[in-house]
């Protein structure tokens, strides 16, 4: 890619995507014997989608909430993300991600300087951006939410948290046969 575009800046970037909703994230917690282990749950079928890319060599992140999933919601997000971090002519973002059906069709409109690489098929461990949901889902796991504006408003919280950590993605999400680009 640097090749093709010798005088634009090129980073690899990762993007996955969570489905998160009024069921319950359920971890195992220590007790005193002597207490029930109690977590509230609230059987209610509501949720959103939240949208994470990640620069494993750089450990910066991106959140996007969506109501739901599809080839309009993800080029909205693909448009967010390029004029957040300016991705255009000078510079340029190599997307890994998984082979969603809202990834591959041609109806996507990818915007200019995103060029997306589909990781195979069945395939989450080579997906760095994976490694992102066990940091979010940390903020509500085991914790009822009466509603969705609640589980939304304690997501982004964790996300906004997230993006000071930049020095603890990387750590979770480089990994060592990931490329990464020498700076110009």
Not at 26 to 49: D, I, N, S, T
Not at 50 to 64: A, E, K, N, S, V
Not at 114 to 133: D, G, K, M
Request: contains cysteine; glycine residues 6%.
């Amino acid at each position: 890619m640097q090749q093709e575009h010798p005088d634009a800046d090129v980073e690899v970037w990762a993007q996955d995507e969570q489905r998160l909703g009024l069921k319950p994230v359920l971890r195992r917690a220590w007790f005193a014997w002597y207490e029930p282990a109690v977590a509230p749950m609230c059987w209610r079928f509501e949720w959103f989608w939240l949208d994470g890319f990640g620069c494993p060599q750089t450990g910066q992140t991106d959140w996007w909430l969506m109501p739901r999933v599809n080839t309009e919601t993800f080029g909205r997000g693909l448009q967010d993300f390029a004029q957040h971090f300016g991705i255009g002519a000078k510079k340029h973002i190599v997307l890994g991600l998984d082979q969603a059906r809202w990834h591959t069709t041609k109806k996507l409109k990818v915007p200019e300087g995103i060029h997306l690489v589909f990781l195979p098929p069945y395939s989450p461990e080579l997906q760095p951006a994976e490694r992102l949901w066990p940091l979010t889902n940390a903020a509500i796991a085991n914790t009822y939410f009466a509603t969705i504006a609640e589980l939304e408003e304690a997501i982004c919280h964790r996300c906004e948290e997230l993006l000071k950590r930049p020095d603890f993605i990387r750590g979770l999400t480089q990994f060592h046969w990931w490329p990464t680009v020498d700076a110009a």
